[in-house]
């Protein structure tokens, strides 16, 4: 599976925008990238995913890059409650594994009253 | 509507004893989906079912563990017989049918404790 690379850690203030950062240069023309989050004592819990252009929802943005090799997460106003892990993964489509998430040790992100 | 659910949610266990776990997926949902995150370690995946079919196993770590979705409903993972090493949360997602772009949907996880 294509590797991702996210910081360790990030910290923000409430109410202040928060960008996330991940890079994956090795990713493959089918690879979706996904956007989980993992809140204490839960499972991990869908947050967005793109394939090549920008995407917005109700929880975040996700804006990638022309080359597909960097995306960045952007939670546009923090709040308390989105104080949790982030991880960045690409999810083939098709084939026999396309269920399948790898994920890494993501970014845990701390927000600041 | 009722999310992915697991039961149970904190199970302690003597090492050799058997466990099973169990987990509920959305109703309508082809695709299940094992994963679990030891101690210190990243999410791991486990396995993945279409309907009652396994689709991908690779992701098992030995011959202990067993899962099973009979009917293509509610699926169980049984850990026969249990070590140290099989302590940790262990995760059910599941998905519809689709081909692979869309999102997993998780349950709360299963802790398991092998003492």
């Known amino acids: 599976d294509a590797k991702t690379t996210q910081p360790n850690s990030m910290e923000s203030n409430e109410e202040e925008p928060v960008h996330l950062p991940c890079n994956h240069s090795?990713?493959?023309?089918?690879?979706?990238i996904h956007w989980y989050r993992q809140l204490p004592s839960q499972g991990p819990e869908y947050v967005i995913h793109?394939?090549?252009s920008n995407v917005n929802n109700r929880m975040a943005s996700l804006a990638i890059a022309e080359d597909r090799k960097s995306s960045t997460l952007i939670l546009h106003r923090a709040t308390l409650r989105d104080a949790a892990v982030y991880y960045c993964?690409?999810?083939?489509?098709?084939?026999?594994?396309?269920?399948?998430?790898?994920f890494g040790q993501g970014t845990i992100l701390t927000v600041h009253p | 509507e009722a999310g992915v659910t697991q039961f149970p949610s904190h199970s302690v266990i003597e090492k050799g004893q058997t466990v099973t776990l169990r987990c509920d997926p959305i109703?309508?949902?082809?695709?299940l989906y094992w994963y679990r995150r030891v101690m210190g370690k990243e999410i791991k995946f486990l396995l993945h079912?279409?309907?009652?079919?396994?689709?991908?196993e690779s992701g098992m770590p030995n011959n202990r563990f067993l899962a099973e979705r009979t009917g293509g409903t509610y699926s169980t993972l049984k850990v026969q017989p249990a070590e140290l090493e099989d302590s940790g949360v262990y995760f059910c997602?599941?998905?519809?049918?689709?081909?692979?772009?869309?999102?997993?949907?998780f349950g709360e996880g299963s802790r398991l404790t092998v003492l």
């Open positions: 997602a599941s998905s519809p049918r689709d081909l692979g772009g869309g999102e997993l949907f």
């Open positions: 090795t990713i493959s023309g089918t690879d979706y």
């Open positions: 793109g394939l090549t």
């Open positions: 993964i690409l999810k083939g489509a098709g084939g026999t594994s396309y269920g399948k998430l790898t």
């Open positions: 109703s309508g949902h082809d695709n």
């Open positions: 079912f279409v309907k009652e079919s396994k689709q991908d």
